[in-house]
């Protein structure tokens, strides 16, 4: 039987080669449930964009799993098989090296755990030319989306992906008042479970002020029961909606972060010097989104 030093070789065909990639942060613009199935799970349809910013996921031939956490935001983050992107890399079948850079607040709505493991899993194809994962979503609800990786309509429970009209770039502005939100949690709290889909995205938004009017039309239908479990992201939505310009404030996913979308991205830049100066405790990151 061959070593396990020697399988690793067989899978890299260079075996000195590595590779880091960006997990950008992702965002639910707009996030409605639609049902509860009989296993539990909701039922969901939701507009995912991503950002140009997240962690970063270094990979590196290795005789077998391992995972290295680093980082300004690597507090709480396992290192054991709770992490996903070392469950993402077994399910693979691939032993590789792995160290993550986590800038992305934990349990925050952002998707982190699952960019992460999306990012693995997009490594480990460009390095071995590996047949992508079978049923992603038995990992993470939201792994399908973040494999995709652009802008999408996301429903069932996340694994039905379709390509939506092209989105113009969203300057925006994402936040987290220093609160840890468990998905479950958010669920357990919601009291209505069966709500109105998304309404179709339309075609020819040319600037973040007509997708912000759009997307006034649409709901976070997880921001309630959230704001019952952390009333703080209350006090980040009307921060946000404080700003100058700015034009849109709702909760990401099943929060506790928080978007708001402005005009350009100097704009949000300059919101996020007012923010950062009000609550020096807070997360907070100016970006643009697609």
């Not at 969203?170 to 936040?175: G, S």
């Not at 919601?190 to 759009?214: F, S």
């Not at 991205?265 to 020096?280: N, S, T, V």
């Amino acid at each position: 039987m061959a070593s396990s030093t020697a399988q690793s070789r067989a899978v890299f065909p260079d075996a000195q080669a590595g590779l880091t990639l960006l997990a950008p942060a992702k965002v639910n613009l707009a996030l409605h449930v639609t049902g509860q199935r009989a296993d539990g799970y909701h039922s969901l349809d939701s507009l995912v964009v991503f950002a140009d910013a997240g962690d970063q996921v270094s990979l590196a031939p290795a005789p077998d799993f391992s995972l290295r956490v680093t980082g300004p935001r690597r507090a709480g983050v396992p290192e054991d098989d709770r992490n996903l992107c070392l469950r993402a890399a077994r399910a693979a079948g691939i032993p590789v090296a792995i160290t993550l850079e986590k800038h992305l607040p934990n349990a925050a709505g952002l998707g982190g755990g699952t960019a992460d493991a999306a990012a693995v899993l997009r490594g480990l194809q460009q390095m071995t030319g590996a047949a992508p994962l079978e049923n992603p979503e038995r990992i993470g609800a939201d792994l399908p989306v973040c494999l995709f990786n652009r802008p999408a309509r996301m429903q069932g429970v996340g694994e039905r992906i379709s390509p939506v009209p092209p989105l113009p770039p969203l300057p925006a502005l994402l936040i987290n008042p220093g609160v840890a939100l468990s998905t479950p949690q958010v669920f357990s709290a919601l009291k209505r479970r069966h709500n109105g889909a998304m309404d179709d995205i339309p075609r020819g938004l040319q600037t973040p002020a007509e997708t912000a009017t759009w997307l006034r039309e649409q709901r976070n239908d997880l921001q309630s029961a959230a704001l019952s479990c952390a009333p703080e992201i209350g006090t980040a939505l009307a921060a946000l909606d404080a700003l100058p310009g700015c034009l849109l404030a709702r909760m990401s996913g099943s929060g506790a972060s928080c978007f708001a979308l402005f005009p350009d991205r100097e704009m949000a830049e300059k919101a996020a010097g007012i923010l950062a100066a009000r609550h020096p405790a807070w997360w907070i990151c100016p970006v643009t989104l697609g």
